[in-house]
């Protein structure tokens, strides 16, 4: 039984509930939340086009709920499709206690698809408590987070995938766009990314399911999980925005829906086009101006 619900029938048969859909009012037992959150993910999915034949599926992998959730629901939707195949790949960012590589080799076996690992050490030359070390703990989330995204695409591209999936939630859309708000970045906010060779498209079939949602389907689906976090999390600006976001939607239960719709229709309404990126030639990531992922593992190395 999941924290929200006492005794309550779900909304659709006479079982059990084990969730209240806030948004939807639907108390919902294991069965039906089930098939709800993976239709609300095939919707995803179908609608922004993101798995065609012939796709190898990169699922980024941390071995937290959220990834291992994406990789269970891909596992469970695509694991009999021969024209499509699965992989997941973990990302080492070398920070003590907090991530353990082999929970996520577990759960990829669990699931019966190939495991990867790679590590800020091998492709960047450092690791995150290193770069703390030389940097002090400010901006540790702006170093790690541009080298993991450089660690995925290379290790992505260099297992052949031509996508990569990510295991960002409702929460973390909202989230993003309230901070491209809060940031005044327009141009994030009415242009897409253009596809470019060498960077392995990202998708994100759990964009339109709450946060809460993944984790109790976690938990349902895989099992319980033991999570660390992470010691430099309190530095993200995303930490501010989530604790203003879910107190504002306590209020208000529509208001992440609201905020991912607007990501998705403030570019097409706007008819900006595509951003105007490049192919840096040193890294393969895409860049404006300046490559940020070179400039930044230039200095964590000490550069
Ligand atoms: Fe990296 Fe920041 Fe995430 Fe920690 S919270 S894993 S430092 S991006």
Partial sequence: MFDWVGAMQCSKCRREAVVLQRYSGLHLCRDHFIADLEAKAKREIRQKRMIVSGDVIAVALSGGKDSSALLRFLTRT?????????????VDEGIAGYRHPEQAHQ?????????????????????????????GDALSCTYCGVIRRHCLNTAARDLG???????????????????????????????????????????????????????????????????ASCPYAHNALRSDVRAILNEYAWRHP?????????????????????????????????????????QLIREARGG
């Fill in 161 to 227: 995938a031509t996508k990569l999936a990510m295991g960002m939630n409702l929460d973390d859309e909202a989230q993003s766009v309230l901070m491209n708000v809060l940031r005044g970045d327009a141009e994030r906010l009415i242009r897409r990314p253009a596809p470019l060779p060498g960077v392995v498209r990202r998708i994100k079939p759990f964009a339109g399911v709450p946060e809460r949602e993944v984790a109790l389907y976690a938990h349902l689906t895989i099992g319980r999980f033991e999570e």
């Fill in 254 to 294: 529509a208001t992440k829906y609201a905020l991912k719709n607007l990501g998705d229709q403030v570019p097409e309404i706007c008819n900006a086009g595509e951003a105007d990126l490049q192919v840096c030639p040193e890294c393969g990531e895409p860049f404006s101006g300046v490559c940020r992922s070179c």
């Fill in 78 to 90: 695509f694991g009999e499709r021969r024209d499509v195949s699965i992989l997941a790949l973990t």
């Fill in 107 to 135: 759960i990829a076996e669990a699931c019966g698809v190939p495991w990867h690992c790679v590590t800020f050490q091998e492709i960047a030359g450092t690791t995150t408590d290193r770069i703390v070390e030389m940097r």
